[in-house]
């Protein structure tokens, strides 16, 4: 099979893989960019209807508390705006009563992004050669070499599609993932391989919901969108609206967890009466609706991920390491920040520290 070789390869092309790849651009360093899936993006996912992005992955940001976020929007010139808050909240009871209570702004503010948060990774996306970013390109096995490490494009046990060779692979995907679904050789230490399993991948185990609707019926009454439920299925909802005309959103964490989600139909019928119930009449007639599982996404979540994570951890690189093979294979991916590790804020953190290590 003949091999192709490249400076640099990164592995992933979420929020972490494609910053790096805008920063080697930058530097006009050689690089590809090795996709799983069909699309970039990751764990970002806007899904677009008559001018409003849904985001089934992240939604917000926090200028207050993420700097980087709030810079690099800023330096691409896109446009953020405040998460819709104004009014009074919902809370069902376990009974599935409903009051209204009075709202307040969630505290740092949250920001939303015009064009869903994918527009960022659209943006960052100008900047990089498109020939660089290779989707359905699932990373099998990393082998060490003398100098760099063979990459192989495939499935495990079977013959890799394609091979390239490297001197440096930057990992941006969460490390759980990569532990669990490729194969080092040699083999990583058991240390560092228990410490990526114990990673938890932020958010993996959850499922957002986002119903369209013409009219932002609920401002109309004085509610804000935001709710809370004991009941479910959605355990928290908000306004998921653009910042303007319509149509307009409400969107909401499915608070049953992964092993309970079988009927996507039941469920979903379940959340639209829930929204009538909690809402009024005119939201169980949305004019579209998405839902996206991340626990049953094979390039995100792991068996390990499908219990629910309560708590969010407290990240750092895994083992204490950023690198190993001699600096050959690099840890990015948010899950190896230091700091706002799990946030979009910790992926950018981690993409940087993966470049500027030589
Ligand atoms: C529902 C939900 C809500 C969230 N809300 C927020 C929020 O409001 N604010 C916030 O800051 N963060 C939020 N997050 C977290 C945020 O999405 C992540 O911090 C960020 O997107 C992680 O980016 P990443 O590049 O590190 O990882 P990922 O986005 O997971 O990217 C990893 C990439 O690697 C690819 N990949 C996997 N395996 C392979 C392989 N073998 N070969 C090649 N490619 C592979 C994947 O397909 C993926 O594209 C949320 C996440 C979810 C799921």
Same mark, same amino acid.
């Given at each position: 099979m003949p091999t192709e070789t490249v400076d640099t390869i990164i592995i992933g092309g979420g929020l972490s893989g494609i910053y790096a790849a805008y920063l080697l651009s930058q530097r006009n360093k050689s690089f590809v960019v090795l996709e799983a899936r069909e699309r970039i993006g990751g764990r970002i996912l806007?899904? @677009?209807?008559? $001018?409003?992005?849904?985001?089934?992955? &992240?939604s917000w940001y926090w200028p207050e508390i993420h700097p980087k976020m709030a810079h690099l929007i800023q330096a691409l010139g896109l446009k953020g705006y405040r998460q819709f808050e104004e009014g009074m909240g919902r809370i069902q009871n376990p009974s599935g009563a409903v009051h209204t209570v009075r709202g307040y702004p969630m505290q740092p503010l949250c920001w939303r992004l015009s064009g869903g948060m994918m527009a960022l990774i659209t943006k960052l996306c100008e900047d990089i050669p498109e020939n660089a970013i290779?989707?359905?390109? &699932?990373? !099998?096995?990393?082998? /060490?070499?003398?100098?760099g490490a063979l990459v192989s494009i495939g499935e495990l046990d079977k013959e890799p599609w394609t091979q390239l060779s490297t001197n440096k692979v930057i990992l941006a995907l969460p490390p759980r993932l990569a532990a669990a679904t490729i194969l080092f050789t040699p083999d990583l230490s058991h240390n560092l391989t228990q410490a990526m399993l114990r990673m938890g991948? =932020? +958010?993996?185990?959850?499922?957002?919901? !986002?119903?369209?609707?013409?009219?932002?019926? =609920?401002r109309q009454t004085g509610l804000s969108g935001h709710g809370f439920s004991e009941r $479910? *299925?959605?355990? @928290?909802?908000?306004?998921?609206?653009?910042?303007?005309?319509? &149509?307009?959103?409400?969107?909401?964490?499915?608070?049953? %967890?992964?092993?309970?989600?079988?009927?996507?139909?039941?469920?979903? @019928?379940?959340?639209?009466?829930?929204?009538?119930?909690?809402?009024? /009449? *005119?939201?169980?007639? &949305?004019?579209?609706?998405?839902y996206q599982d991340w626990a049953r996404e094979r390039f995100?979540?792991?068996?390990?991920?499908? *219990? *629910? +994570?309560?708590?969010? %951890?407290?990240?750092?690189s895994p083992a204490g390491q950023t690198s190993i093979w001699d600096s050959t294979i690099h840890f990015a991916g948010t899950e190896t920040a230091t700091q706002h590790g799990g946030y979009l804020e910790g992926a950018l953190t981690a993409a940087e520290r993966a470049i500027m290590n030589p």
């Open positions: 806007s899904r @677009e209807h008559q $001018g409003l992005f849904s985001d089934l992955g &992240p290779r989707l359905n390109h &699932p990373v !099998c096995t990393i082998e /060490k070499k003398s100098a991948t =932020w +958010m993996a185990g959850h499922a957002k919901f !986002c119903a369209l609707y013409e009219e932002p019926f =609920w $479910g *299925p959605l355990g @928290e909802i908000h306004d998921g609206s653009n910042n303007g005309q319509g &149509p307009y959103g409400l969107t909401g964490f499915v608070g049953i %967890p992964a092993v309970q989600r079988n009927h996507q139909q039941h469920l979903t @019928e379940a959340i639209i009466s829930q929204l009538a119930i909690i809402y009024g /009449k *005119p939201a169980a007639q &949305p004019t579209a609706f998405f995100t979540a792991t068996q390990f991920d499908q *219990p *629910p +994570m309560y708590q969010h %951890p407290i990240y750092h």
